[in-house]
């Protein structure tokens, strides 16, 4: 008798625990895409208007892993590359490509997608542009169900995984996927580390998901993927005869019923800068970072910059009512990026030697 008991107990905490990671799961694709807390270092996710706008030539990877105290962590993958077009002409072009694999709880619950951007830009005066772009792109989520345990697996003895749940119909889907955003950017040359004077500020709109595709393992047309919206911003703001330059930065998501609202801070701290003329001594830089996502995560970030490098550090401290089973442990998260020209620009941050 206590050995049945206690079979029940075991039964009832694995169908309690699967169907809380598939619920999760299946919420946050329903009701929110995914995210990055660097999120300044994912762009084209944030707004398609940002490619090929703040440089030549960028390419960045991403890497976030979270939820690792609860069951089977979630594991997010991206790349994204981005590229300035008609470079010689008053107005330019940009072109962007990006990527992501999402890998979430005990369901196996996985997202891929891959998109491509394009972007207009059109030079407002020496100091700002206006850049609007579009996305288009495919994207495929899948599960696998026989690693969930349901109620009605439950033989009165024991879990059986043998007979059948009746719940999950497809074990993937696909649609394609619709983006727009408009993007104002604003930037003053000057940027000696004697001065140190240089302004830079990006501001954005985007809608992603306007069709609303269908959203459903079960087939289920009525079941649809909800519109989001992204406000987004960042600046860049000298301090006058200092190698200290505030990097304030938000960004909100409207998706559903859920809205996600993240401002924070960063301090960059200009090491050296490099060599105008021999190359020879390259610029680099050290970042400290710290953000709010309300009612939900602090994050602390660390970023060192070298020329054209860059590699980013973070980690997510869990605010929300889940500490309770995570220990308030989050995610942590790693970005690598490459510009060209370097992060410093050809006119920031020059060497007068």
């Known amino acids: ?17 699967s169907s809380i990671a598939f619920v999760s799961t299946t919420n946050k694709a329903m009701a929110q895409d995914i995210h990055f807390s660097q999120f300044d270092e994912t762009p084209l996710q944030l707004n398609p208007a940002n490619a090929g706008v703040q440089h030549e030539t960028r390419f960045i990877l991403n890497f976030k892993n979270q939820w690792q105290a609860v069951g089977s962590p979630y594991r997010t993958y991206a790349f994204s590359g981005d590229f300035r077009m008609l470079k010689k002409k008053k107005h330019q072009m940009g072109l962007g490509i990006d990527f992501f694999s999402d890998k979430s709880g005990d369901a196996a619950f996985g997202s891929n997608q891959v998109n491509l951007s394009l972007t207009g830009i059109i030079n407002l005066n020496d100091k700002s542009l206006l850049s ?9 989520r899948s599960l696998n169900p026989a690693k969930l345990q349901w109620g009605s697996q439950y033989d009165g003895m024991q879990f059986n995984e043998n007979i059948a749940s009746g719940e999950v119909s497809t074990n993937n889907f696909s649609f394609f996927d619709l983006g727009a955003g408009l993007n104002y950017s604003y930037g003053t040359d000057e940027g000696y580390i004697s001065a140190n004077n240089a302004r830079k500020v990006n501001l954005g709109v985007a809608v992603f998901h306007p069709h609303r595709p269908a959203y459903s393992f079960y087939g289920d047309k009525t079941q649809r993927l909800h519109t989001k919206f992204v406000l987004s911003g960042n600046a860049a703001i000298g301090m006058p005869n200092s190698n200290l330059v505030l990097k304030p930065s938000y960004i909100v998501f409207i ?22 003329y021999t ?11 710290a953000y709010y996502r309300m009612r939900d995560a602090f994050i602390g970030i660390v970023r060192f910059e070298y020329s054209n490098y860059s590699i980013g550090f ?4 869990n605010l929300s009512k889940l500490r309770a089973v995570t220990s308030t442990r989050g ?13 410093f620009g050809n006119k920031h941050f020059k060497s007068r030697i």
């Not at 996600?260 to 105008?276: N, R, V």
């Not at 973070?314 to 401290?317: A, H, T």
């Not at 995610?331 to 992060?343: D, H, K, M, Q, T």
């Open 279 to 289: 190359g020879l001594k390259k610029s680099s830089a050290f970042s400290l970072g």
């Open 331 to 343: 995610g942590f998260e790693i970005s690598l990026r490459w510009v060209y020209p370097n992060a």
């Open 255 to 276: 998706q559903g019923g859920v809205k996600e609202i993240t401002p924070g801070m960063t301090f960059q701290y200009i090491l050296q800068e490099g060599s105008k």
């Open 1 to 17: 008798m206590k050995t049945k008991q206690n079979n029940c107990i075991v039964m009832l905490r694995a169908v309690l625990f």
């Open 314 to 317: 973070s980690y997510d401290v």
């Open 132 to 140: 609007g772009g579009l996305m288009g792109g495919f994207a495929q």
